[in-house]
């Protein structure tokens, strides 16, 4: 009984892997990698814009301007961000869906985006009740300084599991290139290169003066 779950988690993972989607980003040259730089610069768009107002709470950055007003201007491009960066991330995901759950690092990953969440919920309940007393104030009262620490520290460990995960998840399978696919020469012309890798360009021979 108890280890129905598992199988039937491991069931849907290969599903997803199998959709017709998850084969053709997987099987594609390029749009694994134009996702991955989507998703990279969506994910530092995030970082960057909580990192503004986390220092603003630390009255470190920005302290001239009124939390409110700053947070009012930021946080719709955090927001926008972080729903690019779940598309893209969730799309990576679908590819090798099995290794990329089966991995350490992403799981911790993936609980400290949820611990992110909660330590926001912790600012509403705490320092954001008493915003109009500190809103101009050089820095936030000592629960909102802790909740700003709490997710400097804890977007550091998303960072640095990300990059764990990509040194640590290796793909289920390496297929070959398609056919008529020279990588040795893969910024000339198809028409250059004949199927078996050989270019049929001329050699270039630099003109001496």
């Known amino acids: 009984m108890w280890n129905?779950?598992?199988?039937?988690?491991?069931?849907?993972l290969k599903l997803l892997e199998a959709s017709r989607f998850a084969i053709t980003v997987r099987d594609s040259i390029?749009?694994?990698?134009i996702i991955e730089s989507i998703?990279?610069?969506?994910?530092?768009?995030?970082?960057?814009?909580i990192a503004i107002i986390?220092?603003?709470?630390?009255?470190?950055?920005?302290?001239?301007?009124?939390?409110q007003r700053m947070a009012s201007d930021i946080l719709k491009w955090t927001w926008a961000a972080f729903a690019l960066?779940?598309?893209?991330?969730?799309?990576?995901?679908?590819?090798?869906?099995?290794?990329?759950?089966?991995?350490?690092?992403?799981?911790?990953k993936m609980l400290l985006v949820l611990l992110a969440g909660v330590n926001m919920v912790a600012f509403e309940v705490t320092a954001g009740r008493t915003i109009h007393q500190w809103d101009k104030a050089r820095s936030a009262p000592s629960p909102g300084k802790a909740v700003a620490m709490l997710s400097l520290t804890i977007w550091i460990g998303v960072i640095f599991m990300g990059r764990m995960i990509g040194f640590t998840t290796h793909?289920?399978?390496?297929?070959?290139p398609p056919p008529g696919v020279d990588f040795d020469n893969f910024l000339q012309p198809p028409s250059s290169s004949n199927t078996n890798g050989t270019s049929n360009a001329p050699p270039f021979n630099p003109v001496k003066k």
Not at 4 to 12: E, S
Not at 30 to 33: D, I, K, S
């Open 85 to 108: 960066t779940v598309a893209t991330g969730l799309t990576m995901f679908t590819t090798n869906a099995g290794i990329y759950y089966h991995n350490p690092f992403f799981r911790i």
């Open 171 to 176: 793909p289920g399978k390496v297929l070959p």
């Open 30 to 33: 390029w749009m694994f990698p």
């Open 39 to 49: 998703h990279v610069i969506s994910f530092t768009l995030v970082v960057g814009t």
């Open 54 to 67: 986390d220092l603003r709470l630390l009255g470190l950055a920005s302290t001239e301007r009124s939390f």
């Open 4 to 12: 129905r779950t598992p199988m039937q988690i491991d069931a849907f």
